[in-house]
């Protein structure tokens, strides 16, 4: 399967929306109740957050889609990726190092990635540097 990634510009996320708001919504699942998916449309929108869009050139439809963020720290700026969802992981894992570039290109010099522990078994070269705890009062 030829999947090709797209990244999607503030301009262009009215268009893309209804081909990724399912992805949005099944990565919100994980998000602990934070968000919704018109929030992260709102972000988009306002330019706060980025849309990428694993596209299937064969069958002319989207696959799944990653949402990244820019951390400005008093050190360094990195890539968050705040959400990644679609119809398998490996069709967004081999489509990477485009957001890694960009993200060079805008400064960044690492890259953050919140999420299901079950990330840490496909991200092999990634590094845990912490684990978040919730607990409700």
């Excluded at 439809?61 to 990726?81: D, H, N, W």
């Amino acid at each position: 399967m030829a999947v090709k990634l797209i990244a999607v510009s503030s301009d262009n996320i009215e268009t893309a929306w209804d081909d990724v708001k399912k992805y949005i919504g099944d990565g919100l699942d994980y998000a602990d109740g934070k968000f919704k998916p018109e929030d992260i449309k709102r972000s988009l929108l306002e330019r706060d957050m980025q849309l990428w869009v694993a596209y299937n050139v064969e069958k002319q439809s989207a696959v799944g889609c990653g949402v990244t963020q820019i951390l400005v720290y008093p050190q360094e700026k990195r890539i968050m990726f705040f959400l990644a969802a679609g119809d398998t992981s490996s069709d967004l894992l081999g489509l990477l190092e485009p957001i890694y570039d960009w993200g060079r290109q805008q400064g960044c010099s690492a890259v953050e990635l919140y999420g299901r522990k079950g990330w840490t078994k496909l991200l092999k070269d990634y590094e845990q540097i912490h684990v978040v705890l919730r607990k409700r009062l």
